[in-house]
């Protein structure tokens, strides 16, 4: 699930998050349901979901920094 948060928007990260968005079972992983659900519904993701996210679950291999940071 952290893989199609993080995949590059398009077609295929859409595919993706809506057949897990639809299996009953990711609605058990928190709190990656609730960020997936708001990305699929096109509901505005606040700055602290972010950050809570980035900190508690992803690993420093995850976190890619531009130059605007």
């Known amino acids: 699930m952290t893989c199609a948060i993080l995949a590059p928007a398009g077609d295929t990260k859409f ?7 639809k299996d009953e079972r990711s609605k058990s992983i928190d709190p990656h349901y609730d960020l997936l659900d708001n990305f699929f519904m096109g509901a505005v993701i606040k700055q602290g979901e972010i950050t809570t996210f980035e900190a508690d679950h992803l690993e420093e291999h995850q976190k890619a920094i531009d130059a605007n940071g």
């Open 15 to 21: 595919r993706l998050m809506s057949v897990l968005h």
